[in-house]
């Protein structure tokens, strides 16, 4: 189950709010945690070790580095019952954990439009700042799912329900770097950034291209939440053909309890969100949420640059972008 995430357009397949961390609950981040600092010391030793080559699905790493030397096909779900089902084909556990895929497939057998019916919910799994690096991921409800921050680059996440599901339970840091989420069905999400309770940030390096979802790039914030967004310089994030490319959910922050969400773009950085089909930047928000668009390397249709106030009142702070005209195509 996961956060409620505009359920109608979405569908009826997502749980209520009360249940947006079941799926990886705050109790099972602590004992990942707990897991791989337990065995840090252990895993530690002169020099550095070659990396493991990941040959089986459902294989978890601590610490370590793997690669990818061929497609690896998780295969259908035997029995066909989705309580088998379980959470990762390949688990990275830990800042020094990373996968180099190589450019090398990780897929199951799973059916489309939601893929939620194979052996595993996720293709690769991230917790604790570990990496994924040249990584092909198909057929899983999420591509990557990433725990409490870490870093994807140079990877390529298609047919999946969600590309990127990103979920802070504690301070972290995502970054993102040259990596494509693109046709995930028209119905997922690109990338999708959950913070409920802590300080994220998510940051963009190189050229990321978030394409054909149904929501480019969503970002939840929960009550006392902060998500700092930063397009680095020189660095491009391309939300385009979906149908919201970015949407920025406060719908559980009360009056009192505030929400941040900064989105930076830095010098020579550009944010273009254009030919999407209902808004280019939305959100929806209550009276003590902040929004701030920052930098000047927007381009978007002014008009589809869209926040509104739920439940009356006015909002704390909400400065949208200047958008530079999108280009005709």
Request: glycine share 10%; charged share 15%.
């Amino acid at each position: 189950m996961k956060f409620t995430i505009a359920p109608l357009l979405l569908s009826s397949v997502f749980a209520s709010k009360a249940g947006k961390l079941a799926k990886f609950p705050k109790a099972k981040a602590k004992a990942a945690k707990s897991a791989y600092y337990g065995s840090l010391s252990a895993s530690m030793s002169v020099g550095p070790e070659p990396p493991i080559t990941v040959t089986g699905c459902g294989e978890i790493f601590t610490n370590q580095k793997v690669v990818l030397t061929d497609n690896l096909n998780c295969g259908p779900l035997v029995g066909g019952d989705p309580q088998d089902q379980e959470d990762c084909a390949v688990t990275l556990n830990g800042p020094e954990a990373e996968i180099d895929c190589d450019d090398f497939k990780l897929s199951q057998v799973a059916t489309p439009p939601f893929y939620n019916g194979g052996p595993y919910q996720s293709g690769i799994c991230l917790i604790n700042g570990a990496k994924a690096t040249n990584c092909n991921v198909k057929k899983f409800v999420d591509g990557i799912y990433v725990t409490d921050g870490g870093e994807v680059r140079s990877s390529f996440l298609t047919s999946n329900w969600f590309g990127i599901y990103a979920v802070f339970t504690e301070d972290g840091t995502l970054t993102i770097e040259d990596t494509d989420a693109k046709s995930n069905v028209n119905r997922g999400l690109g990338i999708g950034v959950f913070v409920d309770g802590v300080n994220a940030q998510l940051i963009v390096k190189g050229n990321v291209n978030i394409n054909s979802n149904i929501i480019g790039m969503y970002s939840f914030l929960g009550a006392n939440t902060k998500l700092d967004i930063a397009v680095l310089n020189d660095a491009t994030l391309n939300l385009e053909q979906n149908r919201y490319g970015f949407f920025a959910d406060f719908e559980d922050v009360d009056v009192v309890s505030g929400a941040e969400l900064n989105v930076e773009v830095k010098e020579n950085g550009t944010l273009e969100s254009c030919g999407n089909i209902v808004y280019d930047i939305y959100g929806k928000v209550k009276a003590s949420a902040t929004a701030t668009f920052s930098g000047t390397g927007y381009t978007c249709d002014q008009a589809k640059v869209v926040f509104i106030v739920l439940g009356g009142g006015t909002v704390g702070t909400v400065v949208l972008p200047n958008c530079q005209v999108c280009p005709s195509n």
